[in-house]
């Protein structure tokens, strides 16, 4: 065997925090081995440990973490060994570590440039001058605009792509052998993480650098790595090259990831989504034996509850092995798709009518006595779109592009500044919320994106459920309320007891659902959804859809989803509405939207969702630099500074006109129709057999309790 | 990182109506209602007796105390158990509680009559005159024994209702500005901007020569220095807490805003001011002291420790007769330190939650 | 930069002139007419006094005119430097604020002094290693010394130091000429008190500094730790301490109050407190008037210093 040596290789690792509840494992037993120039991926859910490992390679875990067993070693020396300086001399040279914010992870009062050159200054003592040209050289090699300007500026002045350009810079100034990613574009939007992905991408090949790629997200390892390591509550459980693990998985945890995220073929009513039941286990509160056993369709007394656990080979001499006693037991074939087919909801009448409605903010810029200058922010303009009941209508756009502004007028917190917002004969565009009487509100209802900021963490479940039906008048009794409380309790599917709880008992998931309670508890018309599941773990979000889509197809509500992400909209919405810096650019039936023609931007977003499948191809298409400010929006087209088929002299003077294709499928754009119909689709499936991975037969279909 | 997102999920309590086990006493004690309770009870007779007894009678000022001191002892109990994980809030709760204690049980302690004239200049621990002066007497041969507990109870109760009136109105203020902002938001902020121009003790001498030396003008004194800050303090609360989506829910349920401010906003400020409470609890009481000290607070002859430090410093300038400076100066301090490590306990213990 | 200097100047004129307007008001009262009459006349005297002799005596000090116009005049008569005389002492009010503000710009020079060095170095190396041995005994120390009032402080110093081991005087008076020794205890004092809150704050801005994610890059680039703590904490983790250290001034001239009373030191916050007690209402209005000013300039330092130390709000 002539094998090169491993540039990292953790030999059953363990790591601990010290908490006041005593030692808690955060990862067990964890092994990997990382050979030049190889990128590998780490995925799990939040708490899994995947971040730790990463500091734990960069021996940091700060004063209550430590390494409780086992060995890292690198390049062949075991770091646990060695001493302070020497590991400085290591850290930011031979291993470089990419984080997860690159705001908080730059230095607020420091230049980009004295924060990049001390790298090779301190590591390599070169002089400032020789330190500051490659700091800039290396810039420009990440593909930073104008890199002389950024050099002299401060964190805040750029924007959080750049940020991260910057972040990923500094760690290869000293062209390590091992660089660490810990999630590096979970802070962005889609567009811009499509760019930093593709740039990652190339280190390893520029720079023939092994990656440890950290992600919860199973379409970006993907899109970067060669192999990967899916964690579940401290350990690893399944490992292996890409394709193997990606479309022969055999643990059922990997395989219940798989059947939660939507992918291209899964669809709400023909393939619907399918959650893990149960909860991650907490790491003081773990099962005997398997960690999984508890959440596993598989599993079996007496062989699954026993410790040691080892990981298994799947072939002798494979490198693909599960931590599974059974996983060859079960019939991986026979978990096929199981169909619950159910009738498309046919949608009604029309219940809300959005007619040119604008809202411009005027903001002065500071001064308390002295006058200071106007501006006008645009934050909607001339939005128009029709809903019908029972409908599902996603609203898709990345941060900043007047999706919460919309929804603030449309709750009435906002005044509009043009245009109409009909509700059966009530315009309310301009009507705030204490004008509206109880029923026009309660038949309009919200449920927000943040599960830690949805219930106040002062008052418990119950009360906050009650006090929407009293406030809406739909019981008064105390005993009424108490009943309907428990009723909405059973339809999000949670316990009874759970109303004497206050929220910070509560999981992300299980607030998400009471947030759900809340909102359907006056039996509203509409429910607007400002990313309801985007903050939530892969496995409870498609619990958390599923439910939402259960009861909205019982009650017949209309859905205004909200979101950034491609996927999901797809695979739940009837109609789609693309905006990008508060203007409509795209909307359409859904099939419509993912298919020729596209807006230039929706070709762009669709080509930035990561898709966890390594059958799909997609065209690439990476947009350069970042959204515009709303304050100050490019003339004509909002789109032109950033679209690739940008003409001169029209696109950025001129406002786009509306096209119309199918029925009611409108492109706001200067590229005339052939073009636009000539296009390519972005996402192609390489072969059209159905997916291996749909859902399993074994799992329920619709997410039990937690 | 890890560990923090798994930590921040709290275990699932027990199910509550699943046969709840008998509670302990203590248990049944810690219930946020009985404490309200028992610091009604404490508080209450205490104030009645400093505030009024000079015009109820000195058998009402006595009697009036007697309910207090169990609620004051098993508030302690109460104290010590729910803070047991932090040995400074602690040490903290006994100092304060040594006073309190004494504040309530004063009447009932074998004492001479704190203004009763025995043996002048006597030292700590002589017996003179039929009388063992255990921390010695002053000038005019008072017990300094007597006078220091008996001094515990004004800084005590006014201390204590100039930082509450202080607070209910400064987190109003801060509320209001916070949550109406707009023009109410530039009219308290500017109001307040302009008191907190003002160095404190000029504010309050300059409050005090106004309206004349007593009790009832300290509290107004108080208000007017420290709700600035406490408005400030709330305010920026009410400006973190307002983004959050429960308000926004609650706003698109068309709650009125008073409601938002009192039942949304206010419960979840609770933490944040309670440590400050305790901090500005200090820093009114080093007032008072100081005020009686310079002669603008609270007037002879009964006994209070600013009014003990006044009168030593005028005649005890000697290393003989230092122990009356020190016991008074100590005294405050004790109390003082109780607050602010109170307060140092209670953040401690939020933050590690 | 300059906008934002000449924004919060123009918020204290505005401040100030609230202020003395207020003042003014307090003082046009007619118990502090009367009180600058028994000043004038004696007590005696005015209790005797006819309403109509009263009315008569306050035309003669026009003190009958409207309001706005003697609050013009008054106003005028600040602008120039006079503040009026001093019934008391019998001097213009602006020669006895003068001297006094000297003797207690004195004080506080020492204290900034010794105060910033002390606080800042203690601060640092406890924030440095949160929960470390010397972060424990600064803190202990820090809590202690907040928790003693100034009158404390100044007793137990005065105790241990003049009365016990006899090595400076209590007594700072300065009766037979400047005694720099005498100015040992007043300095003392202060220093302890505004020490512990100085080192407190600056050792929660170090220690939150030492756990932000920067300094965690800061680490895991392989830089030596004197860099990291000189070259990346300290910047960030002095900004705050030094928008608190241009408050302490505020501070500080309510500290000098008590100070200056127990050690008899004649000084500002001594003669504010004589003239209230006496009813010495011109002293008053113009120490009050100072006071603000300086309180209102340091906050003005807070902030322009603030902003010049934070580039996140530099170039914003």
């Known amino acids: 065997m002539t094998e090169p040596s491993p540039v990292l290789e953790c030999r059953n690792l363990s790591i601990s925090y010290y908490t006041r509840a005593g030692e808690v494992p955060a990862v067990v037993d964890f092994n990997l081995k990382l050979m030049p120039g190889e990128a590998h991926g780490i995925v799990g859910e939040s708490g899994c440990g995947k971040s730790t490992v990463a500091l734990a390679i960069m021996n940091y875990l700060g004063k209550n973490g430590a390494i409780v067993g086992g060995k890292i070693l690198f390049e062949g020396a075991d770091m646990r060994t060695m001493s302070e300086e020497q590991l400085r001399q290591i850290r930011g040279s031979k291993i470089a570590m990419v984080y997860q914010e690159p705001m908080a992870s730059l230095n607020p009062s420091m230049r980009i440039s004295e924060q990049l050159a001390e790298v090779p200054i301190y590591h390599e003592g070169i002089a400032r001058a020789e330190a500051l040209a490659r700091s800039e050289a290396l810039l420009e090699q990440v593909r930073i605009p104008d890199p002389k300007r950024i050099m002299n500026s401060y964190p805040h002045q750029i924007s959080g792509g750049q940020q991260q350009r910057v972040v990923i810079a500094m760690a290869l100034l000293s062209k390590p052998k091992l660089l660490l990613l810990d999630e590096p574009t979970t802070a962005l939007d889609v567009t811009v993480e499509a760019g930093i992905v593709e740039l990652i991408k190339e280190i390893s090949q520029t720079f023939g650098t092994s990656l440890i790629y950290i992600s919860h997200n199973l379409g970006l390892i993907v899109e970067t790595c060669n192999r990967v390591t899916v964690m579940y509550s401290g350990e690893a459980v399944e490992t292996g090259d890409i394709r193997s693990v990606f479309n022969d998985m055999r643990h059922p945890y990997t395989r219940g990831l798989f059947n939660s995220i939507p992918v291209p073929g899964a669809d709400k009513n023909a393939r619907p989504l399918v959650a893990i039941r149960g909860q991650l286990p907490l790491p003081y509160a773990r099962p005997q034996g398997c960690y999984f056993g508890p959440r596993c369709d598989h599993f079996a007394a007496g062989i699954c509850d026993k410790r040691p656990l080892p990981m298994h080979p799947v072939e002798p001499n494979s490198s693909h092995a599960v931590r599974c006693e059974r996983f060859r037991e079960i019939d991986w074939d026979a978990a096929k798709p199981k169909h619950i087919e159910r009738e498309p909801v046919a949608p009604g009448h029309m219940v809300l009518h959005v007619d040119d409605l604008t809202k411009h903010y005027t903001i002065e810029s500071r001064a308390a006595l002295l006058v200071g200058s106007k501006k006008t922010v645009k934050a909607n303009e001339k939005i128009t779109f029709r809903a019908h009941e029972a409908e599902t209508i996603a609203i898709v756009g990345e941060s900043g592009c007047g999706k919460s502004t919309f929804a603030k007028v449309l709750m009435g917190l906002e005044d509009a500044t043009g245009g109409k917002v009909q509700l059966g004969d009530l315009n309310l565009a301009n009507l705030p919320v204490q004008q509206r009487d109880q029923g026009t509100i309660s038949r309009l209802q919200m449920i927000f994106q943040n599960p830690f900021d949805t219930l106040n963490p002062s008052h418990t479940v119950g009360s906050q459920i009650a006090r929407v039906i009293r406030k809406f008048g739909r019981e008064r009794d105390a005993k009424k309320v108490e009943e309907r409380v428990n009723e909405l309790l059973d339809i999000v599917k949670l316990p009874r007891d759970f109303a004497k709880r206050r929220p910070r008992q509560l999981s992300g998931g299980q607030k998400q659902r009471v947030g759900i309670a809340r909102a359907f508890a006056g039996d509203p018309k509409i429910v607007v959804a400002d990313e309801p599941v985007s903050a939530l773990d892969v496995s409870v979000q498609a619990a958390v859809t599923g439910l939402l889509m259960d009861i909205q197809r019982n009650n017949r509500t209309t859905l205004l989803f909200i979101s950034h992400d491609l996927s999901v909209v797809r695979y739940l919405a009837d109609r789609v509405v693309v905006m990008y810096l508060g203007q409509i650019m795209e909307k359409g039936a859904t099939e419509e939207i993912f298919s020729p023609p596209y807006h230039p931007y929706t070709e762009a977003l669709l080509s930035a969702v990561p898709i966890a499948d390594t059958r799909v191809r997609k065209r690439k298409i990476v947009l350069q630099g970042e959204m515009p400010s709303p304050s100050n929006p490019p003339k004509g087209c909002p789109f032109s500074t950033r679209c690739l088929y940008m003409m001169k002299g029209v696109c950025d003077t001129i406002p786009p006109p509306q096209r119309t294709f199918a029925h009611r499928h409108v492109i706001a754009c200067h590229l005339d129709e052939a073009t636009l119909k000539a296009m390519e689709p972005v996402i192609t499936v390489e072969d059209d057999a159905a997916p291996s991975h749909a859902s399993s037969a074994t799992a329920e279909a619709i997410p039990s309790a937690p | 990182m890890a560990s923090v997102e798994v930590l921040a999920t709290p275990p699932a309590a027990p199910p509550v109506a699943a046969a709840a086990p008998p509670l302990t006493l203590l248990k049944r004690l810690q219930r946020p209602r009985v404490c309200i309770a028992l610091l009604l009870l404490m508080w209450l007779p205490l104030t009645a007796s400093v505030m009024f007894g000079g015009y109820l009678g000195d058998a009402f000022k006595t009697w009036v105390l007697l309910p207090a001191i169990p609620a004051t002892i098993l508030l302690y109990v109460v104290a010590v158990a729910s803070w047991r994980e932090s040995p400074i809030a602690i040490i903290g709760v006994s100092l304060v509680f040594f006073w309190l204690i004494a504040a309530v049980t004063v009447p009932f302690l074998p004492l001479v009559d704190p203004n009763k004239p025995i043996a002048p200049f006597t030292g700590v621990g002589i017996e003179k005159n039929g009388h063992l002066f255990l921390l010695g007497a002053d000038f005019k041969g008072r017990d300094m024994l007597s006078r220091v507990l008996w001094g515990c109870q004004r800084v005590l109760v006014w201390g204590v209702t100039a930082t509450l009136v202080a607070y209910v109105v400064g987190s109003m203020l801060g509320l209001m500005a916070g949550y109406l902002a707009k023009w109410w938001d530039q009219v308290i902020s500017f109001i307040a901007n302009v008191l907190l121009s003002f160095p404190v003790m000029v504010l309050f001498i300059l409050i005090l020569n106004y309206l004349g030396a007593s009790g009832f003008n300290i509290v107004i004194a108080v208000t007017f220095a420290s709700a600035p800050a406490i408005m400030r303090i709330v305010r920026g609360l009410t400006l973190d807490t307002k983004t959050r989506d429960y308000i926004f829910a609650a706003q698109t349920r068309g709650e009125h805003p008073l409601r938002i401010m009192i039942y949304e906003l206010l419960p979840n400020a609770r933490g944040p001011i309670i440590v400050d409470a305790c901090l500005r609890l200090g820093y009114t009481t080093v007032a008072i002291t100081t005020l009686t000290f310079l002669g603008l607070g609270l007037q002879p002859p009964d006994p209070d420790w600013g009014l003990m430090i006044k009168e030593a410093a005028k005649v005890a300038m000697l290393w003989k007769f230092s122990y009356m400076l020190l016991i008074p100066a100590l005294s405050v301090s004790s109390l003082i330190l109780g607050f602010n490590l109170m307060a140092d306990g209670l953040r401690e213990m939020s933050l590690r939650d | ?316």
């Open chain 3, 1 to 316: 930069m300059l906008k934002l200097i000449g924004n919060r100047l123009l918020q204290m004129l505005l401040i100030m002139a609230v202020v003395s307007l207020v003042i003014f008001a307090i003082f046009d009262s007619d118990k502090f007419k009367r009180q600058i009459a028994v000043a004038e006349l004696g007590g005696f005297a005015v209790s005797a006094l006819s309403d109509q002799d009263y009315e008569a005596w306050l035309d003669r000090k026009g003190l009958n005119v409207p309001f706005y116009d003697r609050y013009i005049k008054w106003v005028a008569g600040v602008v120039t430097g006079d503040f009026g005389r001093s019934f008391e002492k019998a001097e213009p009010v602006s020669r006895l604020l003068g001297d006094r503000l000297i003797n207690t710009g004195i004080l506080a020079f020492w204290v900034f002094a010794l105060m910033i060095p002390i606080s800042l170095t203690l601060g640092i190396i406890a924030g440095m290693r949160e929960g470390a041995v010397q972060d424990r005994a600064v803190s202990f120390v820090a809590v202690l010394t907040t928790s003693l009032p100034e009158i404390a402080t100044a007793i137990v110093l005065t105790v241990i130091f003049a009365l016990g081991l006899q090595w400076v005087p209590a007594n700072s008076a300065m009766v037979n000429g400047w005694d720099w020794r005498q100015l040992a205890l007043p300095v003392m004092t202060l220093v302890l008190y505004d020490c512990g809150y100085v080192t407190r704050m600056t050792r929660a801005s170090m220690a939150e500094v030492m756990t932000s994610q920067y300094i965690r890059t800061a680490v895991l680039k392989g830089l030596p730790h004197r860099r990291v703590i000189l070259r990346h904490a300290l910047r960030n983790a002095l900004i705050a301490p030094f928008t608190i250290i241009a408050l302490q001034l505020n501070w500080i001239l309510s500290g000098v109050v008590v100070v200056e009373v127990f050690f008899q030191y004649s000084g500002f916050g001594k003669l504010l407190l004589d003239a209230a007690l006496f009813g010495d209402v011109y002293v008053i209005q113009a120490a009050t008037l100072v006071a603000v000013f300086v309180a209102v300039i340091s906050q003005i330092i807070s902030d322009v210093g603030y902003t010049f130390l934070n580039p996140r709000i530099r170039f914003s």
